[in-house]
């Protein structure tokens, strides 16, 4: 049965969403493309057929944006693959899917936007079309399937104005509660984290620094202080007027499993003289004790590393560096290990670590539950969650996110930490 090319307008949104700036103009599936049209268009095809595609064209009044094609058979989403839309244009889409002999049945192309707010449904059979229901190849787009118990991450973000810990559960969608602090777990223990700023000024020396505080997620546990001390530099003596200034400063670069791998900016200004810095990585390991990261790094980048450090150390005239001043975290979906030598600038090298693969993002930068029940990651500067272990990742409400440093992820029946997160953070800001 072969039909002409479907001309499908967008889908009505409701009233809460903003205006849809896509427009479905024409869709169909054929079996090739040639000369800028679809050849062979058709909305059923033999078990035979190797492959289908799609040929759509989608008309963007809006922004410049993305589409999303997503290949449904009846309750699987098999794959989804993103097309850029130039804003103010008409672009062609062209998108295929490989199907083997025994995928018959009824078939959607799903096309959607950021938001998967659905732009049109292309609807297909591979096979004969079943005598019960001789309609069924113009059924409605297929549901996403959802896992029988929920998804549920502990998600350590950083944003503009600070370190948050949020809750995301995905279903059919997905929503994020907040609390603020940072949340680090080793086995059944757990802490509440919170980088506290300090300022003093005592004659002339002034002095910055911020003091990572902890406290266990336990009834009557205490806050302690994890790493940061106010007077890691002596102020030298220096003529009367003369200030001194010294700061010691705290970045927190990621929490992976039990280890929370920091930068610990160490400056001074002492009058008369020249800077003092002093500033490098550390890696503690819950509850703030310091960590050789280097143990977690696979034995061939640990000598390539150590490698790097002697060369750029005996070129500064440097003795041997010390390997257990370094940190293990993420950037732009690697993990780097880095260490700072004085005088001779910081050593980041990309390195495998078997020993946190549990806690690593995926190669799309998502990362996944270890039952396949979702991901979350970062999307359009959000914190963003997928159902599945397939598919695109859609913002989880409104929760801003510059960086995500870390997940875990919570059995169903678990409860929520973040009434206690909240107490233990507060409590903490007040040290």
Not at 94 to 119: F, K, N, Q, S, Y
Not at 265 to 271: I, M
């Amino acid at each position: 049965m072969r039909r002409p090319a479907l001309a499908l307008a967008a889908l009505l949104l409701t009233a809460a969403a903003p205006p849809q700036a896509f427009e479905l103009v024409q869709a169909t599936t054929c079996t090739d493309v040639a000369d800028g049209a679809p050849v062979g268009p058709a909305d059923v095809f033999p078990a035979d057929v190797g492959r289908v595609r799609l040929f759509a064209r989608v008309r963007n009044d809006g922004a410049a944006g993305r589409l999303y094609v997503e290949w449904h058979h009846g309750t699987d989403r098999l794959s989804t693959r993103d097309f850029a839309l130039p804003a103010g244009a008409t672009t062609t889409v062209l998108a295929h899917r490989d199907i083997p002999p025994a995928r018959t049945g009824a078939w959607t192309v799903r096309l959607v936007d950021v938001r998967r707010r659905e732009v049109g449904v292309v609807p297909f059979r591979i096979g004969a079309p079943s005598a019960s229901r001789p309609d069924d190849a113009l059924a409605g787009p297929a549901p996403v399937a959802v896992p029988p118990t929920r998804c549920r991450a502990l998600v350590n973000f950083a944003t503009a104005s600070g370190h948050h810990v949020a809750e995301v559960r995905v279903g059919r969608s997905a929503d994020a509660e907040t609390a603020p602090g940072l949340f680090v777990r080793d086995g059944g223990r757990a802490w509440a984290l919170a980088l506290v700023p300090h300022e003093r000024e005592a004659g002339s020396v002034r002095q910055r620094w911020d003091v990572l505080m902890g406290q266990e997620l336990a009834p009557g546990a205490e806050p302690r202080p994890w790493h940061g001390y106010p007077a890691t530099l002596a102020a030298p003596a220096h003529a009367s007027g003369a200030r001194h200034h010294e700061t010691n400063r705290l970045e927190i670069l990621g929490i992976t499993g039990p280890y929370v791998a920091l930068y610990a900016s160490l400056t001074a200004q002492p009058p008369g003289g020249g800077p003092v810095d002093h500033s490098r990585y550390v890696t503690l390991r819950a509850p703030g004790e310091g960590f050789d990261a280097t143990q977690l790094v696979d034995a061939r980048d640990r000598v390539a590393f150590g490698r790097v450090l002697i060369e750029r150390a005996r070129g500064a005239g440097q003795g041997l560096p010390d390997l257990r001043r370094s940190a293990l975290f993420l950037r732009d979906g690697r993990l780097l290990l880095a260490t700072r030598l004085p005088n001779a600038g910081r050593v980041e090298r990309p390195v495998a670590a078997p020993a946190l693969a549990a806690w690593l993002p995926g190669s799309d930068g998502a990362f996944a539950a270890p039952d396949g029940c979702g991901a979350v990651g970062l999307a359009g500067g959000r914190l963003a969650a997928r159902v599945g272990a397939e598919g695109i990742l859609t913002p989880a409400g409104e929760v801003r996110a510059t960086a995500v440093l870390g997940v875990y992820w919570l059995a169903d029946d678990e409860p929520s930490p973040l009434p206690r997160q909240r107490e233990a953070t507060a409590t903490l800001r007040a040290r």
